[in-house]
C-alpha cells in the first residue's frame, strides 16, 4: 500500500504542476475579451496556490509527527500510518478505516487516563511543578481555541474555513485532555 506522505507529495507536485500551467494561460489572457475566463483561472489558481501549500505543511507536519514519536518512543513509524489527533502516542495502520468526528471519544479517554498509577509517586514539589505546567498549558489551549474560533468567523474561502474549524476542535480536544490530566493530578 502507498504512503501518506508519497500520495501527499504526489498530489502537492500536481498542484504544482497545474499552477504554472494556470500562470502561463493567464499571462496570454491580457485582452478584455478575456476577462471572464481570466477571472475564473485566477480563482483557480489561487485555490491552487492554496492546496499546494496546505500539502506541503501536511507532509512537513506528518514527518515531523512521525519523527518526534520516534524520538520519545524509540520505535519506527512506517510511513501507511495514520496519527489519531487527540491520543496520545496512537498510531494505527493507514487502512484501519474511518473513526468518526468525535476524537477523542470519551471511552478512549477513560481506558488511556485509566492505565496511568492510582496513587503517584511524586515529590510534592515536583507535583506542583506539573500542576503549574498543565494550568499554562490549559491556558495557552483556551487561548489558541478561541483565536482559531476568532479566524474561523474571519476567513471566507471555504477550505480556510474548515481548515480553522477543524484546528479550533482539536485545540479544544487539547484542552478536553489536559482538563483529564489536571482532575488525574488535583487542579
Known sequence: MEGL?????????????????????????????????????????IDTILHKNMLEAVKKSYE???????????EEIADNTVLIPGVPMIAMPLDFGTL?????????????????????????????????IIKEYLRLQEEMATLYGKLKEKVTHPILKTLMESTENNE?????????????YGN
Open 172 to 184: 479544544k480536544q487539547h484542552e478536553k485532555l489536559l482538563k483529564k490530566l489536571a482532575q488525574k
Open 5 to 45: 506522505i508519497g500520495i501527499v507529495e504526489k498530489t502537492r507536485k500536481l498542484e504544482e504542476k497545474a499552477e504554472k500551467e494556470y500562470r502561463k494561460s493567464l499571462k496570454k489572457l491580457k485582452e478584455p475579451e478575456y476577462a471572464d475566463i481570466k477571472n475564473l483561472l485566477l480563482r483557480i489558481t
Open 64 to 74: 515531523d509527527a512521525l519523527k518526534l514519536i520516534e524520538e520519545f518512543e524509540g
Open 100 to 132: 468518526g468526528a468525535r476524537i477523542p471519544p470519551e471511552e478512549i479517554l477513560e481506558e488511556y487516563f485509566k492505565e496511568f498509577p492510582e496513587t503517584a509517586v511524586i515529590p510534592e514539589e515536583k507535583l506542583n511543578e506539573i500542576r503549574d
